[in-house]
């Protein structure tokens, strides 16, 4: 029987590779191009992820939301983590505290203008975690959760995730900002809203990743 297999993949193989792409030649349009007008934006991929298939979008966000509350939930139980240990010595507090804060002003202008370069949102929460991070192994558990706690990020996640899909929903709607000119930092409607909402999210769930693993088992 794994002998019909093995024909079946190879014929499927051998009609990818050879039967030709019947694609109308009269037909001259880029789609890059075609992406581009219908955004606003140059940065054809985000205005793939947060116009064209920001159904999509709208659930990968969620799924983020349920992997940070799965993390908290999962960990819950477990004892905390005895002893923490972080960086002492002053170069490697230097060099991470550098590190992070050349990964926060990246993650800024991601957010920002991630509509006209390459980069968005997701990225820029990345870069926004990894800041957290490197700061995080440099500093008390006890200092990093103090400021977590002190400026409601945990409740400022969860309204960026309710605003994010207030706003897609709007826009899933029809109804649309003006787009504005080409290439300015004002265009593209509501994406780089959406943007900043989610560098927003991914930064903050991150923070709360963080703080929940060194908790609950050290630094790894």
């Not at 991630?114 to 700061?135: D, W, Y």
């Not at 960026?160 to 504005?180: D, K």
């Amino acid at each position: 029987m794994k002998w019909v297999y093995i024909a079946a993949g190879i014929a499927l193989y051998l009609i990818f590779v050879f039967m030709p792409n019947e694609i109308e030649k009269s037909l001259d349009i880029s789609m890059v191009g075609s992406i581009v007008q219908d955004s606003g934006i140059p940065n054809a991929v985000t205005g793939i992820i947060l116009r064209n298939r920001l159904y999509d979008t709208i659930f990968e966000v969620v799924v983020f939301t349920i992997a940070v509350m799965g993390a908290r939930f999962l960990l819950a139980d477990e004892r905390p983590f005895c002893t923490i240990y972080q960086f002492t010595d002053q170069p490697s507090i230097v060099l991470a505290r550098l590190g992070a804060t050349i990964s926060s002003l990246v993650g800024i202008e991601l957010a920002i203008r991630g509509h006209l370069s390459p980069g968005g949102g997701f990225a820029a929460g990345v870069a926004g975690g990894t800041a957290i991070g490197l700061v995080a192994i440099t500093s008390s558990t006890e200092w990093m959760q103090s400021i977590y706690q002190r400026w409601n990020a945990a409740a400022w996640e969860k309204v960026s995730v309710l605003v994010f899909i207030l706003l897609a929903v709007i826009t899933l709607a029809g109804i649309e900002l003006p787009h504005g000119d080409l290439g300015a930092l004002v265009s593209g409607g509501v994406i780089p809203l959406l943007n900043i909402l989610v560098a927003i999210k991914v930064g903050l769930g991150s923070w709360a990743v963080v703080l929940i693993f060194i908790h609950y088992r050290g630094l790894l």
